[in-house]
Structure formats: structure tokens, C-alpha cells
């Protein structure tokens, strides 16, 4: 078959996931990646990333909503969607005693058609460790091993939970590279990370989730852009806040100042800081240590998670005087 890069690999529709004694953990979540994409799954400690992925991979059946994973229920059509997938958990658990050579056979046995084992260590540069015991390795080169055998089969589907949690800076580069080289192979890939720059690097798109729902997605540009920009400069020499231009008329919606410090947010960069630097430049006066930033996407996602925060407590509150 063709493969289509605009055909919808995983589709998720308002999926649920209940634990024994009714804990609702994945609340309604609704997403779809497009083959050759990477997504990733953003959100706080709890917040449904791993037991969303879960469903997904076929290891639990969702309590309502529906999965789809290469147009089949991964969880009922296992069969189907297994040999096409790769999976690396977030805790591998291997036998110990094992090397990683023998541990990458005796995977390499479970899979149909699977590649020469030598051949994936060495895409997760584990070449030279092949003779060593899985015990002896260090948590980051355990998270490689993890990778190297989801990568045994070739899959279509790729499914990383954290795959560079312990990973030291250069690996987890060699790793974003790795992910990257597979993606644009064709390869369709679901990450959930911590790292917010592992996301802003990675991403073609991704979803904020929090307290089991997804607060928010889309590309790591739209979701960035759904937070102010900050403008931040120290006052000159005998001027004041009530100085400066109007602040509303440069399109800033709030600022704050810490001694000379003057923090502006804005919608409208540009906008603001041709204003304020007008106003400068007809003062004569320097505007020291001036910073001109759009929202990173940490910004955003701390600005999403207090915005979703104060929200349920003001439901909470409103349910609460009902
Ligand atoms: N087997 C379980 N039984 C009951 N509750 C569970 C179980 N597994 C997870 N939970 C709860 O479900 C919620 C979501 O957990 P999950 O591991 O999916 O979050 P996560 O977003 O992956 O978190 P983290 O970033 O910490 O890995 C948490 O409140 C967790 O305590």
C-alpha cells in the first residue's frame, strides 16, 4: 500500500481510562497524528501522559472513547497492530545477567523479521557495549538499549514514553537526531517528555495535558504564541513608569517594575517595541538591558498549567456556593 502522509495513523477520540477503585486518569482525551509525524505528549507529574500512551499501545483497554493505531483497536486487534509498532516503555526491565547483545537476540527472537541486533545498537550508539552486562550500564545507556529494541522491528509506529530521561546532554542530542533521522524516513512517532526543549526541538505538533484532559495543542509555535511576549528594560535616569508612552496604546497588557526594572507584557511585539524604542530615540535617552522575547514554550506551559489551575478553583468555588 502507499503510505499516505496525510492518512491519520493514530486517532484518539475522547478516551477514558479509569484505574480499580474508579480513579478517572485520562479523562476524555481526543488527538490524531499523521504518518511521518512526531507528537508529543506534554504535562505535569499525574497529569495521564503514560496511562494515554498505554491505551494506545494495547496494554490496557479504555473504560470509553476509541483508539485507533494503523486503522486498528490496538488493544482487541493486537495481532495486527503489534509487529508494526515499536514500543519503549518507561521502566525497560530486563534480565540483568543478560550482555546487551544477548539481551538484543533474545528480543530480536521475539520479533518477525526483525534487524540484525548489531545493526540497531549501533543506531543508538551501544556498538561498544555489546559485551557488556545490562546490570553494569548506566540508567542513560539503559534508556539507549530500551530504544535499540523498539527499533528491532522496523516499526511504522514508534511509541517513546521519556525516552531521554538520564540521558546526559550529548546523549540526549544523539537521540533527538536519531528520532529525527527516523521521522524523516516516514517513521510516525508519539513521544511523552519532561523537556520542554526536547519538544520545541522534536515536535511537528503536541498536546498539553493536565489532570487527564488535553489544556491545549497544536504546533509548538501555536501553542507558544497563546502566551504573551515580555519587553523588559531598566528605566532611565530620572523617568518614571507614567513616562513612558501610554502603555495600553503599544498593545502591552500589564507590566510590573522591580526597582528601575520595567517588565512589559505583550501580544504584539513588534508593535510594542518599535513604540517603546520610538519613544527612546526621541528622548535621547538608553534603554539598558533591554530583553525583547517572545513566550518560550516553558512559558506556555506554566502559563497553561496556573491558567487551568485557577480555573477548576474557581469552578470548585462557584459548585461549592451553588
Ligand atoms: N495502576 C494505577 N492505579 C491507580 N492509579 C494510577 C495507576 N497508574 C497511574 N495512576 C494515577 O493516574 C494518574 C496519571 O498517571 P500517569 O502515570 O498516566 O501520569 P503521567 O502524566 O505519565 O505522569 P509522569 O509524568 O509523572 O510520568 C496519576 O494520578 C497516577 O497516580
Redesign the pocket.
Known sequence: MEANEHEHVIEVTDLRRV???G?E?VRGVTFSVRRGEIFALL?T???????TVELLEGLAAPAGGRVRVLGHDPYTDRAAVRPRTGVML?EGGFPSELTVAETARMWAGCVSGARPPAEVLALVGLESKAGVRVKQLSGGQRRRLDLALALLGDPEVLFLDEPTTGLDAEGRRDTWELVSTLRDAGTTVLL?T?YLEEAEQLADRLAI?HDGRIATTGTPAEVTATQPSRITFELPEGYFVGDLPPLAELGVTGHETDGRTVRLRTRELQRAATGLLVWAERARVELHRLDVRSASLEEAFLGIAKEVSAAETAHTRKEYAA
Do not use: E
Request: proline letters at 0%; charged letters at 5%.
Open positions: 484505574y480499580g477503585g480513579f486518569a504535562g507529574n499525574g497529569a495521564g501522559k503514560t496511562s518507561q511523552t519532561h495535558m
